[in-house]
């Protein structure tokens, strides 16, 4: 009987590793998403038309479509406007949450003053950084749209920011005073840097 019970399990087994081989095999392989970066249309484009990022710089993205004169010089314009006003809305939004945070952080009792000079110090800043700004990559797609990246340095957005909240706090000097300690620190820089990252 022991015979007979050992040539039944040795058969179930055999029979299970059977199954288990054949089906392992019908297991279909797993399909690889292509995430690269692609336009509307589903054109392969620059990694940096769909992230925008480059190191030690903040920047955006501009596009156009081609115009009726297909003029790809007013093309290029158009998207260097679009480029540069996105640019100056994430400086300006940016600062703004950085000096508001150091507000918070600091108990300023001043606010309506402290608000108006963290929205003077914002625009001064966009302004005076979208001077230097400039386009630092140009893509075409095969519809002819223009894709330009648009940047400028962190180090000209820091030495920006400098002047216009020295600007902007020159009459508020215990304020202005706390910044500059607060800044010393190094915080400012480190969160100009995270938004070389963003």
């Not at 004169?69 to 540069?84: I, K, L, V, Y």
């Not at 894709?147 to 820091?158: E, W």
Request: a positive charge; glycine letters at 8%.
């Amino acid at each position: 009987m022991n015979k007979n019970m050992l040539k039944i399990v040795g058969l179930s087994l055999a029979a299970t590793l059977l199954m288990v081989g054949c089906a392992s095999s019908s297991v279909a392989p797993e399909e690889k998403v292509d995430d690269r970066c692609r336009t509307a249309s589903g054109q392969l484009a620059p990694e940096w038309t769909c992230n925008p990022y480059m190191e030690g710089a903040i920047v955006a993205l501009g596009q156009a479509k081609p115009n009726a004169g297909n003029d790809r010089s007013f093309q290029r314009a158009e998207a260097m406007a679009e480029g540069r006003d996105t640019l100056a809305q994430q400086i300006s939004i940016k600062v703004s949450n950085m000096i508001k945070s150091y507000k918070g952080a600091t108990g300023s009792g001043k606010d309506a003053t402290f608000d108006k000079s963290v929205s003077k110090v914002s625009k001064q800043l966009a302004s005076q950084t979208l001077q230097g700004s400039r386009g630092i990559k140009t893509w075409y797609d095969k519809g002819g749209e223009v894709y330009i990246l648009v940047g400028v340095p962190t180090d000209t957005v820091k030495g920006a920011l400098d002047k216009a909240i020295k600007t902007s706090y020159k009459n508020d000097q215990a304020l202005y005073q706390q910044f500059l300690a607060h800044k010393a620190q190094g915080d400012l820089e480190r969160e100009l840097e995270k938004a070389n990252m963003e």
